[in-house]
């Protein structure tokens, strides 16, 4: 037999109602009145920030209707909410004066001040450890209180396996299905969606991939600048039969939207299905591509894909708008824990043609042992949820869906401003010895800087670039990196994942069209002569001016010629007075 229990029947509500959301106003954010939950030991955690609200360790009557559990141990009680962050006592010198000039400049990042609280209090180890964190692509930092609410929560709970009927599993699918709904309101979706939790999105595009009916004469469209787990579904569609057509990448990623269309046009659905992957927003190259163009791939056939891992930690997604068939995220891309739980958001009729090659423990109701007859779970997302999902963990990611929901409106802004700042001061930079440049920034740059609050950018805030010599050869990465870790800094080198976009930021694709079976890194590295990747620098929900000074510092440090050689001779163990 299965291993499936029905739930127990309770009284139907909302959605809004069961996630505690506002409905009465139209707000620019997913949800902008918000509550974790409630504990009588986590009292000291609850705070209240608004416009009008200070900072107070005092234990609150009940638990406000709209706050943020914050701890101000290290805060003044009567420290208002927006007080900006200014370097300390013992830094009032250079990096004051670039402050003042950076807001002289960027007066607008003022109204993101309420940031440099949350820097304060949810991400002050940053600052007590000294390490400057610019790889929010990789993974965002988690918020201290989300880890303190949760693990309140977990000492006071006792949550069984969903797959059962006690007390303890009922508890558990009560609050599954309330991160189900949180997932669904945070990204606006419209009746007809679902939520299939995942490791990762890497593990939903997987699911999408092996289960999609790809057949002879169906096509799988999809852009060069993309993940590997995009590329990955490729091997599903090949082996089935159809046909695979990239839309190729511009120098600076992204494509041309008038391209994408033309080969979509050029390879429409026929007879049978085809699948159109879009990468939201690449994590190498800094382009987000435009959504319009799924509603375009739908009027042809295609049924949609849309990787959102890279694009929703600072992006603003509305299913309701943009009614792409599937998507895919990872939590802890978006406000850092818990790791080991994505999701697939998907619209129940694209689950319906979906053909699963095989069934697991939790995704059945009836199996013949011996024999070949089985009957899936009645419970259309449960068919994919293979064995037990991470229900431990998934009241986290309701609180931490919340927790974004009230900050994401003033981020896109804060983002933009530290991102102009430092492709500016990074530009500038010269070598003493020669006066050329000391970088060289390769992803896509901004077309217009935000002004305001709740604006949507047209790109990232990753850098990826490369470091050059006097000589205007590149700087191997691994000298960069090496730098860097001595300095207390956490960047990132290498391709990302993406080799269709390094390859297009890098201008190798004529090497990589050249590539053969069983080739390695090294082997590809050997033929263009360099290491291959770049240095990528991604901002995030915690950044504020100090991380991207100290960004441009380490960057200034390298133009000295003295000191460059140095930390050479350091790195390759040469006698010191060896020429670099």
Not at 123 to 141: H, K, N, P, S, W
Not at 520 to 541: M, P, Y
Request: aromatic fraction near 8%; charge should be neutral.
């Amino acid at each position: 037999m299965g291993n499936k229990h029905s739930s127990p029947v309770v009284p139907p509500q909302s959605r809004e109602q069961r996630i505690g959301v506002d409905t009465n106003n139209d707000h620019s954010a997913p949800v902008s009145r918000i509550s974790l939950r409630y504990h009588k030991s986590q009292a000291s955690l609850l705070k209240s920030i608004s416009s009008h609200d200070t900072l107070s360790c005092e234990k609150p009557s009940a638990p406000p209707h709209n706050y943020h559990p914050n701890v101000a141990h290290s805060i003044s009680p009567t420290l208002s909410a927006y007080t900006p962050l200014t370097p300390s006592g013992s830094r009032q010198d250079a990096e004051a004066r670039a402050y003042s000039a950076f807001l002289k400049s960027f007066p607008e990042y003022q109204s993101t001040w309420i940031l440099d609280t949350l820097r304060r209090t949810d991400f002050a180890r940053l600052d007590r450890i000294g390490e400057t964190y610019v790889d929010y692509m990789g993974g965002a930092q988690h918020p201290e209180s989300l880890v303190r609410v949760h693990s309140a929560f977990l000492t006071e709970t006792v949550m069984g396996n969903t797959h059962s009927v006690s007390n303890s599993s009922k508890l558990s699918t009560r609050y599954a299905d309330e991160a189900r709904d949180a997932v669904l309101s945070f990204f606006r979706a419209p009746p007809g969606y679902t939520v299939v939790f995942t490791a990762n999105a890497t593990a939903a595009l997987k699911l999408v991939g092996e289960a999609y009916p790809f057949k002879s004469n169906s096509g799988y469209i999809l852009g060069a600048d993309s993940h590997n787990s995009v590329h990955g579904i490729r091997e599903y569609a090949s082996r089935r039969g159809a046909e695979v057509h990239y839309i190729p990448s511009t120098s600076t990623g992204g494509f041309v939207l008038s391209t994408a269309k033309n080969i979509l046009s050029q390879h429409r659905p026929q007879d049978h299905s085809s699948l159109f992957a879009l990468t939201g927003l690449s994590n190498i190259t800094n382009a987000k591509n435009p959504l319009s163009i799924i509603g375009f791939a739908s009027s042809l056939g295609y049924h949609t894909l849309l990787d959102a891992a890279a694009l929703a930690p600072s992006s603003v997604i509305s299913l309701s708008e943009t009614p792409v068939d599937a998507m895919v995220v990872s939590f802890y891309k978006m406000f850092g824990y818990p790791t080991g739980v994505g999701a697939l958001i998907v619209k129940e009729s694209f689950l319906d043609i979906l053909e699963r090659p095989w069934f697991a423990g939790g995704t059945v109701d009836v199996v013949q042992v011996p024999g070949s007859i089985f009957t899936r779970t009645s419970v259309l997302h449960e068919q994919f949820e293979d064995g037990t999902i991470n229900f431990m963990t998934l009241p986290a990611v309701t609180d931490g869906l919340r927790f974004l929901s009230a900050y994401l409106p003033f981020l896109p802004l804060r983002l933009s401003c530290l991102t102009h700042y430092l492709i500016t001061s990074l530009s500038r930079l010269r070598h003493d010895s020669a006066g050329t440049p000391v970088v060289k920034i390769l992803s896509k740059l901004p077309s217009r800087r935000l002004k305001s609050v709740g604006e949507q950018g047209d790109s990232g805030s990753t850098i990826s670039l490369i470091f050059l010599s006097p000589s205007g050869e590149m700087t191997p990465n691994s000298f960069i990196e090496h730098v860097a870790v001595s300095r207390n800094i956490s960047l990132r080198t290498g391709c990302m994942c993406n080799p269709g976009g390094a390859a297009s930021l890098l201008g190798i694709q004529g090497q990589m069209e050249r590539l053969y079976p069983g080739v390695t890194l090294k082997d590809f590295e050997r033929v263009v002569g360099r290491e291959l990747g770049v240095v990528r620098i991604s901002l995030g929900l915690a950044s504020n001016f100090q991380d991207v000074w100290k960004i441009v510092m380490f960057a200034s440090s390298l133009a000295d010629s003295r000191t460059r050689q140095a930390l050479w001779d350091t790195w390759t163990n040469v006698p010191i007075g060896q020429a670099m």
